[in-house]
């Protein structure tokens, strides 16, 4: 799950930011609210953790703003250093799903993301991203940089098996049983064709800092386009 942080104490940051590494997660962290904005309107997280205070504004403001212009998908769990009833009631009715104090520790913050987690509906759950790439298995719908890329069904099916899978190693036989089945008919070569036009559809080619680079007699690989 990717996760997007703003917390002002650079202590306090990067604490959580290996907390969320260690459980698995990525994360992008800012350190003011203004940053955070910024980033919202460049990346989409899974989730959002919002410090309750901010040298520019607050919590409130960042979650109001969330809720009026990205809607209810993405759930939002507060950090505060306050435990009165009054700081966690206005959270919530800010549209916080969640709120935790900055007393909690690393199993329990982990754990009260997997739960609120839990709670987003299922067409969220289908969304995979990777950067600027967005596929969304409900819709069948794949935009690079929010613009629509128009795909096959085998052809989608595919990017989304690898943008599933990035940085490992699949074979040809391993990625036409993923996407055609086990009992095709079709050879290794139509893996062949569709990556040929994923690369371009998709500008895997490093454009936007990923490419699937051949692996020569046996398969693919989506990887960095730094590596």
Same mark, same amino acid.
């Given at each position: 799950?990717?996760?997007? /942080?703003?917390?002002?104490? *650079?202590?306090?940051? &990067?604490?959580?930011?290996?907390? /969320?590494?260690?459980?698995?997660?990525?994360?992008?962290? #800012?350190?003011?609210?203004? $940053?955070?904005?910024?980033?919202? /309107?460049?990346?989409?997280?899974?989730?959002?953790?919002? *410090?309750?205070?901010?040298?520019?504004? #607050?919590?409130?403001?960042?979650?109001? @703003?969330?809720?009026?212009?990205?809607? @209810?998908?993405?759930?939002?769990?507060?950090?505060?250093?306050? &435990?009165? $009833?009054?700081?966690?009631?206005?959270?919530?009715?800010?549209?916080? *799903?969640?709120?935790?104090?900055?007393?909690?520790?690393?199993?329990?913050?982990?754990?009260?993301?997997?739960?609120?987690?839990?709670?987003?509906?299922?067409?969220?759950?289908?969304?995979?991203?990777?950067?600027?790439? $967005?596929?969304?298995?409900?819709?069948?719908?794949? +935009?690079?940089?929010?613009?629509?890329?128009?795909?096959?069904?085998?052809?989608?099916?595919?990017?989304?098996?690898?943008?599933?899978?990035?940085?490992?190693?699949? +074979?040809?036989?391993?990625?036409?049983?993923?996407?055609?089945?086990?009992?095709?008919?079709?050879?290794?070569?139509?893996?062949?064709?569709?990556? #040929?036009?994923?690369?371009?559809?998709?500008?895997?080619?490093?454009?936007?800092? @990923?490419?699937?680079?051949?692996? !020569?007699? !046996?398969? !693919?690989?989506?990887?960095?386009?730094?590596?």
């Amino acid at each position: 799950m990717h996760i997007l /942080l703003v917390d002002d104490n *650079d202590m306090q940051r &990067e604490m959580i930011g290996l907390w /969320l590494t260690n459980g698995g997660h990525t994360f992008d962290a #800012s350190a003011t609210q203004a $940053e955070f904005l910024h980033r919202l /309107l460049q990346t989409r997280g899974d989730l959002l953790l919002v *410090d309750w205070s901010l040298p520019d504004g #607050s919590g409130a403001d960042i979650l109001q @703003w969330v809720r009026k212009n990205k809607g @209810w998908d993405t759930p939002a769990i507060v950090l505060t250093a306050n &435990e009165d $009833e009054d700081t966690v009631v206005e959270a919530l009715r800010a549209g916080a *799903d969640d709120y935790v104090t900055k007393k909690v520790g690393p199993k329990q913050l982990l754990a009260r993301i997997e739960a609120v987690t839990r709670r987003i509906t299922p067409v969220a759950l289908t969304v995979t991203r990777l950067d600027v790439y $967005e596929a969304d298995t409900a819709q069948q719908r794949l +935009s690079v940089n929010r613009v629509d890329v128009s795909l096959t069904q085998k052809e989608f099916d595919l990017a989304v098996y690898l943008l599933q899978n990035p940085d490992k190693l699949l +074979s040809r036989d391993h990625l036409l049983n993923g996407v055609w089945g086990l009992n095709t008919d079709v050879d290794t070569r139509t893996v062949d064709t569709h990556v #040929s036009r994923l690369r371009k559809k998709l500008m895997l080619d490093g454009t936007h800092g @990923w490419r699937l680079a051949p692996i !020569y007699g !046996y398969g !693919y690989r989506l990887q960095r386009a730094d590596k």
